[in-house]
């Protein structure tokens, strides 16, 4: 279980949300500042989504963020100062500066690099769970998609076979109620997105994606449904887009009244409510933590702004897979279980 700020367990996830908030908050800074390469989405106000479903996680799983889950990279133990080479284009950066940062992954950390077409990597999370599950590996894949992506063929494939082959696969909806400037009430016609594991042999779950408690409680039973044979869950998030699209959407196309409800669900001020409930003192606990958060922000942005950006030769490094060509354990190698087959 990672620490990343103390060992009692509701302080450092109170860290872990205010670290993804902090990070992001910076990263639209630097964006206005013209310092990011790229477009920027932020996550604000989809905190305990993101810290919810990944700070349990075993070291070994593989998680599959996408545009808007920068905090996925972060709660998986990504280094920030990388990541923020990353998002500069510099050349310390995770893909030493051949591409933004969406695309990049991480394989140190097991986390997928992202594809543009949304719903494109729900197929690949299914096809290395499927690899777990065929080398007996206990570990499981988490996956992340929005609502608008639940639309796209990839997904419904994706979890078909998943279903069918009963693979240790967590699917991520973020339902954040628009995809660009479309309205949930556009984007789907049943009851939910989760309804629809029904129709795949699995179980879906709605919850509330503002609730970290929530957000732990279902992922863990997720988790170990999968790890344990169990199949796949797809797991709802409803939450909500706190700013547009991107760092150039106003969406003026919001009621003002929906945002202002919704600011009153904030994620890290329920967090806050219940440190409170248990005497924690929270302004001063607050402060020593954003202390701490600009730090690191600041040591990021120092470090990336000192890596040069790449050269055009860089460009042909890291074409193909060094250990390509590395035979694949027997069948019988592989039937004595995840020792025999190097797991
Ligand atoms: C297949 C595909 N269609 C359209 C786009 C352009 N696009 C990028 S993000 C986005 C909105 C996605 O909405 P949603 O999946 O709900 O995620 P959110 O941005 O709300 O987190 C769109 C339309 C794309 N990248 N891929």
């Known amino acids: ?41 932020s996550g604000r106000g989809q905190e305990a989504v993101v810290v919810g479903t990944a700070y349990d996680l075993d070291a070994s799983d593989w998680v599959f963020p996408i545009h808007r889950d920068l905090g996925v990279w972060l709660i998986r133990g990504t280094d920030p100062k990388l990541l923020m080479a990353q998002l500069m284009g510099r050349r310390a950066g995770l ?77 991520v909806c973020e339902n954040n109620q628009y995809a660009y400037s479309t309205p949930v009430s556009l984007q789907i016609a049943g009851e939910s997105v989760a309804r629809r594991a029904e129709g795949y042999g699995f179980t879906g779950v709605v919850c509330n994606g503002n609730d970290l408690h929530e957000m732990l409680r279902v992922t863990n039973e997720a988790v170990e449904r999968a790890r344990n044979g169990g199949g796949p869950t797809l797991l709802e998030a409803v939450t909500y887009r706190v700013k547009g699209h991107s760092e150039h959407d106003r969406a003026a196309y ?41 730090e690191v922000c600041e040591e990021a942005s120092e470090f990336a702004r000192s890596s040069p950006f790449a050269d055009g030769p860089d460009a042909l490094e890291d074409v193909y897979a060094a250990d390509v060509g590395r035979p694949l354990p027997s069948r019988a190698e592989r039937s004595q279980g995840p020792g025999a087959a190097g797991a």
């Not at 051949?98 to 197929?123: C, E, I, R, Y």
């Not at 777990?132 to 063929?153: C, D, I, N, P, Q």
């Not at 419904?156 to 240790?168: R, S």
């Not at 440190?275 to 958060?293: M, P, S, T, Y």
């Open 1 to 41: 279980m990672p620490r990343f700020y103390s060992d009692d367990r509701s302080i450092d996830l109170y860290y872990a949300l205010k670290l993804v908030r902090g990070f992001e908050d910076k990263v639209s800074v630097l964006h206005r500042q013209n310092e990011i390469l790229g477009g920027v989405y």
């Open 95 to 171: 893909s030493k500066g051949k591409d933004n940062w969406t695309h990049a992954g991480d394989a140190a950390h097991n986390v997928f690099g992202a594809t543009s077409m949304l719903g494109g990597t729900q197929p690949v999370a299914a096809g290395v769970a499927w690899k777990f599950k065929l080398m007996g590996e206990r570990h499981v894949t988490v996956s992340y998609f929005g609502e608008g992506a639940s639309s796209r063929g990839d997904v419904h494939e994706a979890m078909n076979f998943a279903g069918v082959h009963k693979l240790a696969c967590v699917f």
């Open 254 to 294: 919001r009621d003002k009244a929906e945002v202002a409800a919704w600011e009153t669900k904030d994620p890290v001020r329920m967090w806050e409510a219940f440190l409170d409930e248990l005497d924690v003192d929270v302004a001063a606990l607050r402060a020593e933590v954003e202390a701490r958060v600009r």
